[in-house]
């Protein structure tokens, strides 16, 4: 990539995590944001359709990064104790800019976007198991409940919030078996 591109993509970005930080998504402007940015509207459009644009693919950067910083994704079934360590320890290496982008109502896109990619690891290694309800439905209260768990304890220890949600998670695994 062209460094003039790459320095005005990271200008358009630090403009929008200055902003998002700040108010809801619905409120920011591009007029504002490249005021901000210093770049002018036509620049903005050229990398962006719009500010939601912007927002989803930050959002799914995001998401990468804190799910490829899982060391051992083959654990979810296995180990569930040492998958949700590595994710919680994703959430919080990221949380700044977790609680930056996902703000105000859309936590729930980065829970339901770990359920999507989760459910899709497994059942690709596992395509017997795409038609459990047992297991459908223990995936679902295991992501977004840890994930919720999680997010409403983050002020708590840890290594505390990892122990109980990796006990339950192998809990709800051990009963699977």
């Known amino acids: 990539m062209d460094l003039r591109v790459k320095k005005t993509k990271n200008s358009i970005i630090n403009a929008f995590l200055q902003l998002r930080a700040k108010k809801p998504l619905e409120r920011i402007t591009v007029k504002e944001l490249a005021d901000l940015a210093q770049v002018n ?21 995001l998401f990468e990064s804190v799910f490829n910083s899982i060391e051992h994704p083959n654990s979810v079934l296995s180990e569930p104790k040492l ?13 700044t800019l977790i609680d930056i982008i996902f703000a105000n109502g859309r936590r729930n896109i980065l829970a339901d976007k770990f359920e999507l990619e989760v459910r899709k690891f497994i059942f690709d290694k596992y395509p017997q198991y795409k038609d459990s309800p047992e297991l459908n439905v223990s995936l679902t209260y295991m992501i ?12 708590l220890d840890t290594d505390m919030i990892i122990s109980v949600i990796g006990n339950i998670a192998e809990g709800i695994v051990d009963k699977l078996k």
């Not at 509207?41 to 950067?61: G, R, V």
């Open 41 to 61: 509207k036509a620049t903005f459009y050229l990398h962006y359709k719009d500010i939601y644009d912007l927002s989803e693919q930050l959002e799914n950067e």
């Open 83 to 95: 998958f949700i360590k590595e994710l919680v320890e994703g959430f919080v290496a990221n949380k």
């Open 144 to 155: 977004k409940g840890g994930y919720y768990a999680y997010v409403e304890n983050s002020e």
